[in-house]
């Protein structure tokens, strides 16, 4: 369906075209010779902008253009289109405001995930804790848990085990 709605605009185009006389119509020929070299999307956007550069070429000198000359202008308009379309700037600022799913606008730089965010859930989540923790410190845990007396050494682990975890949050 998509292929003949496609097939369908350029017939009505190259029909429009058909209209043309005299030295718009040898400006149209000189364009499609070049179009090739542009990619699909964009053939007529540079049929039309080649088309127009040579009637202004034409009103600047007051006499027709040569041939010759035609086409240095058509290939000039190929070179211009990829020097144009290379000099677009490729990264998006991310102060960019975007549309979400939901119809919310929000900056780009909102939706970047931090990889140093707490996971609450999960924070929260004694299994998970445990996967992420020393084995010795689970055992003085368990060892606390069940009313035993830690030893001195027991305690000292303790502490300095909070202390470097208090030293990794600031």
């Known amino acids: 369906m998509r292929q003949e709605v496609i ?5 009505a185009i190259n029909q429009s075209y058909d209209q043309l006389q ?22 007529l956007d540079y ?7 040579l009637y202004h070429a034409r009103q ?6 040569p041939i010759l000359r035609a086409y240095r202008i058509a290939s000039f308009m190929v070179a211009l289109y990829w020097r ?3 000099s677009k700037p ?20 909102d939706t970047i995930a931090d990889d140093h965010a707490i996971d609450i ?12 923790c020393p084995m010795r410190l689970v055992q003085i845990a368990r060892k606390s848990l ?25």
């Open 7 to 11: 097939v369908d605009i350029e017939q």
């Open 22 to 43: 005299g030295e718009w119509w040898e400006w149209l020929q000189v364009a499609k010779t070049y179009e090739h070299k542009v990619p699909y999307q964009d053939r």
């Open 47 to 53: 049929r039309h902008d080649t088309i127009i550069e």
């Open 60 to 65: 600047r000198d007051q006499k027709p253009i």
């Open 84 to 86: 144009r379309l290379k």
């Open 90 to 109: 490729t990264m998006l600022s991310l102060e960019a405001d975007i549309e979400l799913d939901d119809g919310e606008i929000v900056q780009l730089k």
């Open 121 to 132: 859930e999960a924070w929260l989540d004694e299994a998970t804790w445990r996967l992420g």
């Open 146 to 170: 069940n009313g035993q007396a830690l030893t001195n050494k027991e305690h000292q682990y303790l502490w300095r085990f909070r202390q470097k975890e208090q030293k990794r949050l600031f």
